[in-house]
């Protein structure tokens, strides 16, 4: 009889495990795509970043990037052309390194300006989330509107998220680089500022 209960006890237990490990796999998988998506907004704030910054340099002759500073973005933006996996830390760094050491205060202030506006018209159509809301508003780089509009509601969507297939393969430690795909407005604002620094450069 205590063989049998013994036995009894150790099919329960298999079966437990048998109930509980879908379960449990499911939630890892859950957890690893919420930490590609987090990684992927990092990324995509890169590209937004980027296109703040080159509607400021060819928009307003006082901001425009002086010839070191040219140096020193396009030096970043070939970097992150031959990067086929763009994850979140790499992202942050590029930015810490153009807010803390390239732009001028003046040209901070500009390129948060051009976020808080983003991320307000964001709002209003429900997609802006998340840490980049406080990112130029934690400078306090005042409350202006620049005046300039932000896009269309879809366009907002896709410049804070990539797509549940893209999220798979990245969370998988596939390749991800959202800021050299031109369907993206991320894309075009990179190609946009690779072209102009390049052809600064040149002197065209």
Do not use: C
């Not at 992927?40 to 307003?60: C, K, P, Q, S």
């Not at 933006?77 to 942050?92: C, H, V």
């Amino acid at each position: 009889m205590r063989t049998s209960t013994g036995l009894y006890a150790v099919i329960a237990a298999l079966l437990s495990l048998l109930l509980v490990s879908p379960a449990f796999g499911q939630s890892r998988g859950n957890t690893e795509l919420q930490a590609a998506r987090a990684e992927a907004e990092t990324v995509l704030d890169l590209g937004r970043l980027l296109g703040f910054v080159y509607r400021m340099t060819t928009e307003f002759e006082a901001l425009e990037l002086s010839d070191s500073q040219v140096r020193e973005m396009l030096e970043i933006l070939r970097q992150i052309r031959g990067t086929a996996r763009l994850d979140g830390p790499t992202a942050e760094g590029y930015m810490t390194r153009i807010e803390d050491r390239i732009l001028t205060a003046g040209q901070l202030i500009h390129t948060d300006r051009l976020w808080i506006q983003s991320e307000r018209d964001r709002g209003n159509d429900g997609s802006g989330t998340g840490v980049a809301q406080q990112r130029g508003a934690s400078r306090g780089a005042g409350d202006e509107r620049t005046g300039e509009g932000s896009g269309t509601s879809s366009e907002h969507q896709s410049e804070r998220t990539a797509d549940a297939g893209e999220l798979a393969v990245f969370a998988a430690g596939g390749d991800f680089n959202p800021l050299l795909d031109t369907s993206r407005p991320q894309g075009q604002s990179f190609e946009a500022l690779y072209t102009y620094l390049d052809d600064r450069i040149k002197g065209r």
